[in-house]
């Protein structure tokens, strides 16, 4: 079983920069793929950056270039770095995991979730 504790999110102007968090417990990250998603209200959850165990990484078009995801298996988080925020990245975050070495990219296929963390860019 793992638990996972996003923080890191919170109110920035566009063109801003946060980095969100997660953070693991009950397993280490080392034979896990973390996914980051978020979701708007009204709208489905989306993918935006995957990461597998071994460092393969995978992003949505629409954050190719501003965002970059991580792992430190050390400490067992998870990191989404997030650079030149737009009013439209607007959404709660959720890191995900599961297990498996290679990299992961469909929500259905991630088995543990964490509870989200609010991102708001203001315009």
């Known amino acids: 079983q793992v638990q996972l504790v996003e923080s890191g999110g919170g109110l920035v102007q566009a063109g801003g920069s946060l980095r969100l968090s997660c953070a693991a417990s009950g397993r280490t990250f080392s034979s896990y793929a973390v996914g980051w998603f978020r979701q708007a209200p009204g709208k489905e959850r989306e993918s935006v950056a995957s990461?597998?165990?071994?460092?393969?990484?995978a992003y949505a078009d629409s954050v190719k270039g501003r965002f970059t995801i991580s792992m430190d298996n050390a400490n067992n988080t998870a990191y989404l770095q997030m650079n030149s925020l737009k009013p439209e990245d607007t959404a709660a975050y959720y890191c995900a995991a599961a297990l498996g070495s290679g990299i992961v990219l469909r929500k259905q296929d991630f088995t543990y979730w964490g509870q989200g963390t609010q991102v708001t860019v203001s315009s």
């Open positions: 990461i597998s165990w071994s460092g393969l990484r």
